[in-house]
């Protein structure tokens, strides 16, 4: 009995694997149908729970789309699973919130920092003005309109790496944003001033890749995430007095 439990999981995870397997040696893509349950079983050996328990998993990762009463796909493929999981763990304590949430300030502002030279040699009239008119949006929106800040937010920081035609720097940003702006909120302090002072270093990352000036559009980064840092430094200092 004691043994039952590992031989299974090791099962469904040699079947996780096989499915994996198949997608890559079909060199098959986002959309494109897999074989029926039946197929599945009869190519894996393995049984029709076996089966739909690997494919419960795979679905819980992305890796394919169930759709009822039409079949199994590959799915998108995004970094869904990994924005819910570091979701979770920012949220799961105080103390680790703070920590997560350090983190990704850091991760965030290490690719766009890391990215700056091919950003700002990249980034063309176009994107440039449509990165001017979502830090105008910014400004606009600041006034108690918390939405519409936080998609003009996520939109500036996607265009900005757009450029670069790296999918998964792509798909990293946005995730990492995705992340901040759900765990952010559980600190406390973020002050119109603050706000004020993230739409200007954003009019001065625009300003500085206009001119196609690198350090002035690195200094500008570190400026951008300054106010977050101070809030989890704030939050930190607050946690530990009531410790």
Same mark, same amino acid.
């Given at each position: ?12 995870? &040699?079947? $996780? @694997? ?8 079909? #060199? *098959?893509? =986002? !959309?494109?149908?897999?074989?029926? %349950? ?70 965030? &502002?290490? $690719? @766009? ?8 040699? #990249? *980034?063309? =009239? !176009?994107?440039?003005?449509?990165? %001017? ?72 990352? $625009? ?37």
């Amino acid at each position: 009995m004691s043994g039952a439990k590992p031989a299974r999981t090791l099962l469904r995870q &040699e079947v $996780v @694997e096989g499915i994996e397997r198949h997608i890559l040696q079909e #060199r *098959l893509r =986002p !959309g494109d149908p897999l074989p029926t %349950e039946p197929a599945l079983c009869e190519a894996l050996g393995a049984s029709r729970s076996s089966v739909r328990e690997a494919v419960k998993i795979l679905d819980a990762l992305d890796i394919v789309e169930v759709r009822h009463g039409h079949g199994t796909y590959v799915g998108r493929l995004s970094l869904s699973p990994l924005v819910e999981s570091l979701t979770f763990r920012g949220l799961l304590s105080p103390g680790d919130e703070f920590q997560v949430l350090a983190d990704l300030v850091d991760v965030r &502002e290490l $690719v @766009e920092r890391g990215m700056a030279d091919r950003i700002v040699t #990249r *980034l063309g =009239p !176009g994107q440039l003005d449509a990165l %001017e008119r979502l830090v105008a949006t910014l400004r606009e929106q600041g006034a108690g309109q918390e939405r519409g800040f936080v998609e003009a937010d996520r939109a500036f920081h996607a265009l900005l790496v757009a450029p670069l035609g790296n999918e998964l720097v792509e798909q990293l940003s946005t995730a990492f944003w995705d992340v901040s702006a759900i765990v952010a909120p559980h600190l406390d302090g973020f002050t119109h001033a603050d706000e004020a002072e993230t739409v200007a270093a954003k009019q001065s990352i $625009v300003d500085a890749a206009r001119a196609g000036d690198v350090p002035a559009f690195m200094k500008s980064l570190g400026e951008h995430y300054a106010p977050v840092r101070r809030r989890i430094s704030e939050a930190r200092a607050r946690n530990a007095a009531r410790a």
